[in-house]
Each structure stands twice: as C-alpha cells, then as structure tokens.
C-alpha cells in the first residue's frame, strides 16, 4: 500500500470517527432531553440522511448509545430508543435512595484528599451547568457527581451497582428538571455542597442525612410531576 492511499485510509477513518461522535453525542442529548420519546423507533435511513453521512457510522453510534443502555435493538433487528418501565420505579427510587446513603457515607469515612478535589470539581460543573440551564450537562454531571463519590466510599460493588441505578435515571432527572422548568431552586443546588461539606469533614452521620434527605427530594418531585394531572379538556361542556 502506498504513502497516499494509507494517508487516504487514515483520513476516512477520521472522518468516520468523527461523524459517530456527533452523531452519538446529538442522539444522547436527544434521547436524555426526551425529545425522542422512550419506545420510539430509530430509522437509520433517516439519520443517515439527516447527518449527511453513510449508515455505517450511525451504527457504530447506535451501538454505543446501546451500551450506554439508551437504545435497544429488537428480535428483528430494528432499534428503538430503550422504554422506561413506570411500573418499575418504586422499587428503583427504593434502590436508589438506599445507594445514595451507602455510597455517601462510605465516602465520608474513606476519601481522600485528591478525591474530595475531584468530587469539588464535578460539583462546580454541576453548578455551571444549573447557571446556564444546560439540562443535559445537567443530567450527565449529576450522575459523574454521584458516581465519584461512590469510588471514593472504595467498595466497587455498591459502585458499580450504582452506577447502574445512575444510569437508568438519566432519563428521570429529565422529569426532575421539567417540573422546575428547567430552573433548579438554589436550595437543591445547595444540597450537593452540603453532601461534599460532610464528606470531607468526614462525618458519616451528616452524609447520611444528607444523602437521604437529598434522594427523598428528588423522588418526591419525579413523582410528583409524572402524576400531575394536566388534562385540558376533561372539564369542556359537550
């Protein structure tokens, strides 16, 4: 092979690479935001189309937006963006609550100093994220948030697993977010810094309640904004 049809090689594969990585961070943002609807198809055709470039790459992101748990692809092959199980959540809000406070209290009792510098700066993100009502930062630094804390508590199993729980929520938060339209009360904000306060004054009890007391917010709020009652037309005279 020569000189210029290796470097020919090379630039397609940047090219490639490049057009899985915009279209996967779109299609993240797109499916984390809601505006595609869990359960709906994915049309590889029409993204082709749309992005402008060949099925190869939006398969390649396809694939990672799969591992990522976002899209499924069915029994016949076709793909569609991963339903969220409403039956499912109080035993998910159950699990996650109970992570919240292992995972924090853990971190409390065996972080360290260079930790505690990570879990400030996912924080400040967090922060910038919530200023400039950047929802989907908003959703993936929360989750980068409490995923670090949960390394620092040094048990990988509650880790892992919470990573897990953290995952399938992404979508969650979303709802989260919509009932604040998109404007999370300081208040909220403040509970991160007070979780990050108790774990580097390693005091197990603060984080604890804290911890709790954060979870407990959060599922009262999705709760209660997926069970609002927003009909328009129920009272129209016929």
Do not use: C, W
């Not at 470097?7 to 940047?14: G, I, L, N, V, Y």
């Not at 055709?45 to 398969?59: D, V």
């Amino acid at each position: 092979m020569g000189k210029a049809t290796t470097k020919q090689t090379e630039s397609a594969k940047r090219k490639r690479g490049s057009g899985v990585a915009t279209a996967y961070d779109i299609l993240k943002r797109e499916i984390l935001e809601l505006r595609l609807a869990p359960g709906s198809p994915i049309d590889e055709m029409k993204l082709s189309e749309r992005f402008g470039m060949s099925r190869t790459p939006i398969r390649e992101a396809l694939v990672k937006l799969a591992s990522d748990g976002l899209v499924v692809t069915l029994t016949n092959r076709s793909t569609i963006v991963a339903p969220i199980d409403f039956l499912d959540l109080p035993q998910f809000f159950d699990a996650l609550t109970l992570m919240y406070r292992v995972t924090t209290r853990l971190a409390a009792a065996n972080r360290t100093e260079a930790e505690i510098t990570l879990i400030r700066e996912l924080e400040k993100g967090y922060a910038d994220a919530v200023q400039a009502k950047d929802v989907a930062a908003m959703i993936e630094l929360n989750r980068d948030f409490h995923s670090m804390i949960a390394r620092a508590g040094k048990n990988h199993y509650y880790a892992d697993l919470f990573d897990r729980l953290l995952d399938e929520g992404r979508r969650l938060l979303r709802f989260y977010y919509s009932s604040f339209n998109d404007q999370l009360p300081r208040i909220y904000l403040d509970e991160h810094e007070e979780i990050v306060a108790s774990i580097a004054a390693g005091d197990v009890a603060a984080a604890d309640r804290i911890a709790r007391q954060h979870a407990d917010q959060i599922v009262r709020q999705i709760q209660a904004y997926i069970t609002a009652d927003r009909r328009m037309n129920a009272a129209i005279p016929l």
